[in-house]
């Protein structure tokens, strides 16, 4: 059987890590693709991982390249091209600059790989993946944003550090949109089976709720010029695994919302069941008055910058 080809879209950061990870799982073939002054540094990250192949073991071939035929029939296409923020940016500061990055890349995808499974990782996200779904035409359950995966991994994280537990124990559920208005669902988090409320004290557990909110700007700040990339490439990479392999994990990701939560026509984070049908399922249940009022919230910060793209 072929190797799947995967695309990657914009080769920094958290492109360069894409790539790692996606070796290291042997999901398939990558070609890391960026602008014509980047290519010299995507062709040179993409030979680096070629010459780590004697040591991991990896049979993928890695390549670099600013040409968009080199991308046709592509399986999977994972894009954080774009800028990151700086400090004392919000992820909305990104929408003009990245929007017209997207636009252009979803017109590409849709001529060299029109049925390719799509995460969008640029930012600000839920307006990003929406843009590049009503400009690319792919159908609805080919296309979703990372976030929720990230932002319940940071949740999973800061609660494993409280509790002094391992991480492996640790579920937690963030929904909603990728930026301060998220919605750490507090109740169905638990540690090995207990509920997280009923081992934190509220305002304890309202800080950790707090910290994940702004767990990007924390790394931003500290980092001085760009964002974090190891947890969101790994993150991406869980995504892109559960669909080549048809694992079917429930993954919070922005997904299409038609009816789901009261929510329709807005990509946000929703619980997402990822197989070879790309979104196969957004599961839904019942929300607390305060959980959708929460929702509600998030919602509408999503629909501002949604109406910003225009589209
Ligand atoms: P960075 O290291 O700057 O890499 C971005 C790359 O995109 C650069 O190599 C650029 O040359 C390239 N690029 C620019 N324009 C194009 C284009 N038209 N076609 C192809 N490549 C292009 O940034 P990064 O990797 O740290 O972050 C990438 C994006 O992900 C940013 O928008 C971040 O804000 C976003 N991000 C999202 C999350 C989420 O959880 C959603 C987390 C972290 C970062």
Redesign the pocket.
Known sequence: MARAKISL???????GNLALLAAQKELGDIVI???P??EG??KGKALDLMQLKPHDGYDANISGTSDWKDLTDSDVFII??????KPGMD?ED?LEI?LG?IT??AKNIKKYSPNAFVIV???P?DAMVYAFYKVSQLKKNMVV???GA??SARFRAFIAMEVGCSVQDVTCMVLGG?GDTMVPITRVGTVGGVPIESLIEPDRLEEIVNRTRFA?GEIVKLFGN????YA?AQ?AIEMAESYLRDKKRIIPCASLCEGEFGINGYFIGVPSMIGKNGVEKILEFELRDDEKSSLDNTLEAVKKTVLETKL
Not at 9 to 15: A, L, M, P, Y
Request: no cysteine.
């Open positions: 879209i914009g080769g920094g950061q958290i492109g693709f960026d602008i002054k980047a540094m995507v954080t091209a774009g800028l990151p923020r992820r990104l990245n990055i252009d890349v990782v640029s930012n996200l944003g990372m976030a990230l932002d990728h990007g760009g964002s974090a990339f969101p993150s």
